[in-house]
């Protein structure tokens, strides 16, 4: 309502330096924010670039752990301006969704090199079943030929570009039981020879594997342990002779130990060669 005339000029004034100082401080406040918003701006900008440097990083696990450090520090900085805020937010999750989809996806890309690399795989030992299948003793395998194989399969392992790829275990089987039945079709070479030349080989394969010496662990095991066992028939082939040795009417008991005794102890020799081998 109205007020006496003498004092309306002095609240007129009042009412109006009233107004304008709560809108200069609702401005100052505004202008305040507005800077502080701009801050963070900038604060999140550095912390995407470095979300970003680490996405580049190809250590994961330095790169996993910067990303969850500049996650944290995303949390405690304060708003932005709002038409920046959907923008700056989707190329800060990219690139932390960019660093923990790596593991994902260098799975499925080792998976896809597994794959085309057990197709070829399965071809190639397929090309050297028919080979040793048109083997004969008209038109016998050579130890050229048997090289070429071998040259040809290790063309299938694993690289450091193609670390996905390579042969599997059973591949690998499948492919020296079929170079045993090539050696067995080529002319010129002995057993022993056939022996050693598949062994080489077989080591050679060792080496080419993913975890060499692991298999070579494996390996080395085995030999000793079937050394092991063929010693200790060894001893009880022996005392048996022994005992038979003293027994009369039993020379073809002991022609068939003795026998056993030496294929024994050749097998024996053989395994140590290997295991000498396979050390060197």
Known sequence: GQVPRA?????????????????????????????????????????????????????????????????????????????QADKIWKRFRAACDGVF?????????????????SAEQVTRLDSIAQQVAALSPAAPGTLEGFRALAAD????????????????????EQFLTLMGKY???????TPTDKEDLLFQLEIARLKARPQAQ?????????????IQELENDVAT??????????????????????GRLSETNARIAKLKKQLKQLRS
């Not at 050696?183 to 070479?189: A, E, K, P, S, Y």
């Not at 494996?218 to 342990?225: C, F, M, P, S, Y």
């Open 183 to 189: 050696l067995n079709q080529t002319g010129g070479i």
């Open 7 to 83: 004092q309306a000029d002095q609240l007129n004034k009042q009412y109006w330096n009233a107004y304008k100082a709560f809108f200069n401080r609702k401005n100052d406040f505004f202008k305040s924010l507005d800077s502080e918003k701009n801050t963070n701006l900038k604060a999140k900008y550095a912390l995407i670039e470095q979300a970003e440097a680490a996405q580049q990083n190809p250590n994961f696990d330095e790169a996993r752990t910067s990303i969850i450090r500049v996650q944290k520090e995303w949390k405690d900085v304060g708003r932005v301006p709002e038409k």
């Open 214 to 226: 692991q298999a070579f662990t494996r390996k080395e095991t085995g030999l000793r342990r079937e």
């Open 237 to 258: 082939l022996q005392t048996n002779l022994d005992f038979f040795g003293r027994s009369k009417n039993a020379d073809q008991l002991r022609q068939e130990y003795q």
């Open 101 to 117: 989809e790596r593991p994902k996806q260098e799975t499925r890309q080792r998976e896809e090199r597994q794959s085309v690399a």
């Open 153 to 172: 399969w290790q063309s299938l392992d694993a690289t450091e570009g193609q670390p996905g790829a390579g042969t599997s275990d059973r591949g690998e």
